[in-house]
């Protein structure tokens, strides 16, 4: 395998849409997590496999890109991304009526475009025999996106070339006294890890990588590259592989120095940890933005209802706590730290699928992804010294950047950022005076009962049974309290391609809290300890049945806070975002009655708004001191009540000229000028039928 570098420069504007539209653009561009816009792998390997069938060259077709419903293609490559944030313009076209050069009613359409001049990067990963096929494709293919019959999308390939990978930070042959690698794995195109063996127009995904995808990805590339015994080792049980979860976009590159990776540690969100509901009632005559209550979720820290204690005082909360998220995970960068609450971001992407020999035409769909760039962390245990070496051994292409792993659906690239050792932990230590046991899954449990149906709660009898232990020893030990969910869990035979019957699991974060004797609850710990490495119940070998002892007292929930940064919801639709940005702005606003600004006034606001933030928000201000009061009784009041709303909070960042401000600042700078741009508009637009009315 070979991994090579290709730069593309746009010799005429180019569209490559995300199937969606806002405002008055009709057909937007797509766009990667940062906002620029991409060029999708799948339509590149699309046109160059056609270009290779056009020539008469199906076999080097289906040796690079695969066939329908059959093998994987020996080309993995990420997708054309801009290499600096483009100039976009707009096109609009017309159709005409038949004859004439009248234009047809109803058919004006405004696209999104890339101008000419931009460049496209992406890098590919390939073995050396089909190099001379794929330059033949690159020859052939002189245009990308939509329209190219019309001469859109004219590209000029400007390097082509084989290039190493960045070096790894890796020190995985020196690791022979301890059995855990652990592996730092970064996404370098979207993911798409479906959830469901039948996926229906949506394809739902998974947000992190389950530890058989891992081992399985692992194997294949080895496979792929001719390394059969080192396949085997990975897909025997000699290697015990964790989940890779994802981390916080705050952990992105650049990576900081030294070992401090090491020390990171990521967990699903405790089922037990609830939140209260946002939100909390406020003044009607007033904005929902001038109340003095602040969200938790808005908050630094996180208001937390711990259930497994809660529960216990017999007290029912007035309302029902919200529980976590599937995608929330907790997030420490070293012992005894702050533990981060963050969503791992998923964005909706639209295909269309391309229509097969039998089908007139394609079917449109849409799946989930993980943006690119999204950082992984997975642990990899070893029994045996000896497997520990050779599995190391073989990972030597991966760790060179000489190949990548393939993820997911249609086998998008990962690769290994860094790879260590990590230094080998004792046992948890027993306290034998205990006598309560808080028990936290970290990953997915699979568990059978006596008459072998699949398990969906996790009695002392049965928990027992799966540590090892006589079902006598805790015959007085009893679950308090317990928050358990249960998931299925899908997958294909991979030698007959089906979906297997899916498996009954325990949710990672079901959490449980034990209770029983001294003496019984020292032996149930003891066996439990003895398993912390290994897991509880079937198929631990692929990362199900990790577990946390006492995760109440490692993740006290005054040491959680919420994340301040976000993953940037990439992709398509930006200026819908805004739109629906300025009518939450327009309906906060509503409620001020007559004392909304006038038309005038967000003119003359519309054509500051090019001046820079600084000028936006001096006359935003002082558009908030121009508003309020008014002829109605008791004016004098409503002025100071509204005035009070509108100005007294400016501390809080209540106001309306800081909420507006400080809702689009935390954007991309590169969209902030839009951001405003649409927002005024809208508003200005809502403004103006108010009165024409």
């Known amino acids: 395998m070979k991994r090579f570098t290709l730069s593309i420069s746009l010799l005429e504007d180019l569209h490559t849409g995300s199937g969606t539209g806002a405002g008055d653009v009709d057909a937007l561009l797509a766009r990667d997590r940062l906002g620029r816009p991409v060029i999708r792998a799948s339509h590149v390997m699309g046109v160059w496999a056609q270009a290779l069938r056009d020539a008469g060259r199906d076999q080097d077709a289906e040796d690079l890109f695969g066939a329908p419903g059959g093998r994987r293609g020996a080309l993995a490559m990420t997708s054309l991304y801009a290499a600096q944030y483009p100039v976009t313009i707009t096109w609009s076209s017309t159709a005409r009526e038949e004859g004439s050069?009248?234009?047809?009613?109803?058919?004006?359409?405004?696209?999104?475009?890339?101008?000419?001049?931009?460049?496209?990067?992406?890098?590919?990963?390939?073995?050396?025999?089909?190099?001379?096929?794929?330059?033949?494709?690159?020859?052939?293919?002189?245009?990308?996106?939509?329209?190219?019959?019309?001469?859109?999308?004219?590209?000029?390939?400007?390097c082509f070339k084989e290039q190493a990978a960045p070096p790894v930070d890796c020190n995985a042959a020196s690791g022979a006294?301890?059995?855990?690698?652990?592996?730092?794995?970064?996404?370098?195109?979207?993911?798409?890890?479906?959830?469901?063996?039948?996926?229906?127009?949506?394809?739902?995904?998974?947000?992190?990588?389950?530890?058989?995808?891992?081992?399985?990805?692992?194997?294949?590339?080895?496979?792929?590259?001719?390394?059969?015994?080192?396949?085997?080792?990975?897909?025997?049980?000699?290697a015990s592989v964790s989940n890779a979860l994802p981390l916080p976009e705050h952990s992105l590159e650049p990576f900081p120095g030294g070992e401090e990776w090491r020390a990171w540690r990521v967990l699903p969100v405790p089922l037990a940890y609830q939140r209260p509901k946002p939100g909390a009632p406020w003044d009607p005559k007033l904005p929902w933005w001038a109340s003095a209550t602040v969200s938790p979720n808005t908050a630094s820290g996180v208001d937390i209802v711990d259930r497994l204690v809660d529960d216990k005082s017999g007290e029912k909360p007035k309302e029902k706590p919200k529980r976590p998220g599937d995608r929330e995970f907790l997030f420490q960068t070293e012992p005894g730290g702050i533990w981060t609450l963050y969503d791992s971001s998923l964005v909706m992407r639209l295909r269309n699928a391309v229509p097969r020999d039998s089908e007139d035409v394609g079917a449109l769909f849409s799946q989930e992804e993980l943006p690119e760039k999204t950082l992984f962390l997975a642990d990899i245990r070893f029994d045996d010294p000896a497997d520990a070496t050779a599995c190391v051994a073989t990972l030597a292409p991966?760790?060179?950047?000489?190949?990548?792993?393939?993820?997911?659906?249609?086998?998008?690239?990962?690769?290994?950022v860094r790879a260590g050792w990590l230094a080998e932990t004792s046992a948890p230590q027993v306290n034998e005076d205990s006598k309560c046991l808080d028990l936290l899954l970290c990953s997915d449990m699979i568990a059978r009962t006596a008459n072998l149906a699949f398990a969906e709660s996790l009695d002392p009898s049965l928990l027992a049974e799966l540590c090892g232990l006589p079902i006598g020893a805790v015959n007085e030990v009893k679950v308090e309290t317990a928050v358990i969910d249960s998931v299925d869990i899908n997958g294909f035979n991979a030698v007959t391609g089906l979906p297997k019957l899916p498996a009954i699991a325990l949710r990672r974060g079901s959490s449980l809290r034990y209770s029983g004797p001294t003496e019984s609850m020292l032996a149930l710990r003891v066996a439990l300890s003895a398993r912390c490495g290994t897991g509880?119940?079937?198929?631990?070998?692929?990362?199900?049945?990790?577990?946390?002892?006492?995760?109440?007292?490692?993740?006290?929930?005054?040491?959680?806070?919420?994340?301040?940064?976000?993953?940037?919801?990439?992709?398509?639709?930006?200026?819908?975002?805004?739109?629906?940005?300025?009518?939450?702005?327009?309906?906060?606003?509503?409620?001020?009655?007559?004392?909304?600004?006038?038309?005038?006034?967000?003119?003359?606001?519309?054509?500051?708004?090019?001046?820079?933030?600084?000028?936006?928000?001096?006359?935003l201000s002082r558009l908030v001191d121009e508003t309020g009061g008014g002829n109605e009784p008791g004016g004098d009041d409503i002025r100071r009540k509204y005035r009070a709303a509108w100005l007294e909070k400016i501390e809080d960042q209540q106001s309306l000229a800081p909420w507006l401000y400080g809702k689009v600042n935390s954007?991309?700078?590169?969209?902030?000028?839009?951001?405003?741009?649409?927002?005024?508009?809208?508003?200005?637009?809502?403004?103006?039928?108010?009165?024409?009315?």
């Open 398 to 416: 991966l760790l060179t950047g000489e190949r990548c792993l393939e993820v997911g659906r249609g086998g998008s690239p990962v690769s290994i």
């Open 667 to 693: 954007w991309p700078a590169g969209r902030r000028s839009a951001i405003f741009r649409q927002l005024l508009r809208f508003i200005g637009l809502n403004q103006g039928d108010k009165e024409n009315n």
């Open 177 to 238: 006294d301890s059995q855990v690698l652990r592996l730092l794995l970064r996404a370098d195109d979207p993911i798409c890890l479906p959830v469901t063996g039948v996926p229906g127009n949506i394809i739902a995904s998974e947000v992190y990588i389950r530890g058989q995808q891992l081992a399985g990805a692992i194997a294949g590339a080895l496979f792929r590259s001719g390394d059969l015994q080192g396949a085997a080792l990975w897909l025997g049980d000699g």
């Open 101 to 158: 050069r009248v234009p047809r009613e109803d058919t004006l359409r405004t696209r999104e475009f890339v101008a000419a001049g931009t460049r496209f990067d992406a890098v590919l990963w390939f073995p050396e025999e089909h190099k001379n096929a794929l330059r033949f494709a690159l020859a052939r293919s002189d245009a990308l996106g939509a329209r190219r019959q019309r001469g859109d999308g004219l590209i000029g390939v400007t």
């Open 536 to 619: 509880l119940g079937e198929r631990t070998h692929e990362g199900y049945g990790r577990f946390l002892m006492d995760f109440r007292q490692q993740v006290p929930t005054d040491t959680i806070e919420r994340s301040a940064i976000q993953v940037s919801q990439a992709g398509a639709n930006h200026l819908e975002d805004d739109i629906a940005q300025a009518e939450q702005t327009w309906n906060a606003m509503a409620k001020l009655g007559s004392k909304l600004p006038r038309l005038t006034q967000w003119q003359k606001l519309r054509s500051a708004a090019a001046l820079g933030d600084k000028a936006l928000l001096n006359n």
